[in-house]
């Protein structure tokens, strides 16, 4: 398995060759395209970033089973890591969530109104519950990690195994949303608006799922390990 | 495409002839461990006895066993054996009628590897079956689903929706599975939509 993974002195170019998803990722690291023939290692550098993290995250959107060993969560540090999903969110949340809502508005436009209520009304149902986990997750979690990263002691007795790990309702809905669109609206628009939505939206439940994959079984080790060195 | 080994099967075999069985026993067993006969009987009557225990993926039978007028209704005589194929064993003229009862034939004079590619076809031919009867039955709701859907929607509890209908609490689980496994759906505001789009309720229901 080991050997089929990125590396750094791989073409930071060959990477989306490989992986097309990881165009969403590269901005959250803060690199732009247009890094030429560099290599890995030397985009990270000259972008100041942990190349190990950039790898352990690319590894993950690309290889379904890959999952790092204890060992190597140390080579990054904890807010390195709440620094690469505070720009998820904010990607989500600006950019990503707001593009699919404009699609969704330009899909009402076609359906009987009545039905267009009904979607526009499930949709910012959705968009709502998301926001609020992000939000939860940005004014608790985080800055819990970052005094625990300075050293300082919780003193309202949170600790991260309090982390909502369960993030299905937010993919259900999701879910939910694919089938209505695929299954059960009647619109007059032309085929490809509903299409390029749809695409979308699968494209946001891949990384979504990945999202939730890093915080799950990388976060929570990670911050686990850190609880118990405080011990 | 042949690199996966394939799957084993069972087949019976109902058949006077002890020559013509234990010559197909023999060709099947030579042909690999794809196709093994685990039983033979001279009689169908005789099979259907032991049926539940063997639960073969073939039965493979010579139509000249059945009297002249059963002969075009085998499978009523099969049916407890939902799942296996029915396979012809031919060696005298049967009527076409009658051949298209089963899922395949083999003759006489087909060879080994001939004898192979018509069961795995039966097999498949079998299976298509199934699907193509499933998806008339058990993709649309059922009336009760769709009303059990409506009292979700309604945002009712599966406490609330089972003594409203007379049914047990396990029973509106069950609905809701099914609800869920035929639409896709899964959370309630999503059901709520299906509701609302497929008018089945009002939206003055739901606020």
Do not use: W
């Not at chain 1, 590269?26 to 030397?42: A, T």
């Not at chain 1, 807010?79 to 699609?103: G, W």
């Not at chain 2, 590619?117 to 649309?140: C, P």
């Amino acid at each position: 398995m080991k050997h089929l993974l990125f590396s750094e002195r791989m073409k930071m170019a060959d990477l989306i060759h490989a992986n097309y998803r990881l165009l969403f990722v590269l901005p959250r690291f803060g690199i732009q395209l247009g890094f030429g023939d560099k290599s890995i290692g030397e985009v990270c550098l000259m972008h100041g970033i942990s190349t190990r993290l950039f790898l352990l995250v690319c590894n993950i959107y690309t290889f379904d089973d890959f999952l790092p060993d204890a060992s190597e969560l140390h080579s990054f540090t904890a807010e390195d890591l709440t620094d690469y999903l505070h720009n998820s969110h904010a990607d989500y949340t600006r950019e990503q969530i707001p593009e699919i809502r404009r699609q969704v508005l330009a899909l009402i436009g076609c359906c009987e109104a009545k039905n267009g209520r009904i979607l526009e009304r499930f949709f910012d149902d959705y968009n709502r519950e998301v926001t609020r986990h992000f939000n939860y997750e940005e004014t608790v979690v985080f800055p819990y990690i970052h005094n625990l990263s300075e050293g300082e002691k919780s003193d309202e007795g949170y600790s991260i195994g309090q982390f909502e790990k369960n993030h299905s309702n937010i993919e259900e809905k999701l879910g939910d949303l694919k089938n209505i669109l695929i299954k059960y609206l009647p619109d007059m628009c032309p085929g490809s608006a509903r299409n390029k939505l749809l695409l979308d939206l699968y494209l946001l439940e891949d990384d979504l799922n990945k999202h939730s994959l890093i915080e799950d079984r990388i976060l929570v080790p990670l911050v686990e390990q850190l609880e118990e060195r405080m011990r | 495409m042949n690199n996966t080994p394939r799957k084993h099967r069972k087949a019976v075999l109902i058949e006077p002839s002890a020559i013509i069985a234990a010559g197909l026993k023999t060709l099947l067993a030579e042909a690999g461990s794809e196709f093994e006969i685990c039983g033979t009987f001279e009689e169908p009557t005789h099979f259907v006895e032991r049926a539940p225990l063997l639960n073969p993926d073939l039965i493979l039978i010579d139509p000249a066993v059945f009297d002249f007028q059963k002969r075009t209704a085998v499978h009523n005589f099969f049916e407890g054996q939902q799942g296996a194929a029915l396979v012809a064993v031919v060696y005298s003229f049967i009527e076409p009628e009658v051949l298209k009862q089963y899922h395949g034939s083999i003759h006489i004079y087909d060879d080994g590897h001939k004898i192979i590619r018509k069961l795995r076809q039966a097999i498949d031919a079998r299976q298509h079956e199934t699907e193509s009867a499933g998806e008339n039955s058990s993709y649309e709701l059922t009336e009760r689903e769709s009303e059990i859907l409506v009292s979700v929607a309604k945002g009712m509890t599966n406490k609330e929706i089972a003594d409203t209908h007379h049914i047990s609490v396990h029973t509106v689980i069950s609905h809701r599975k099914n609800i869920t496994r035929k639409t896709g759906i899964k959370t309630v505001s999503g059901l709520t939509v299906y509701a609302l789009l497929n008018n089945l309720i009002d939206q003055s229901e739901v606020e």
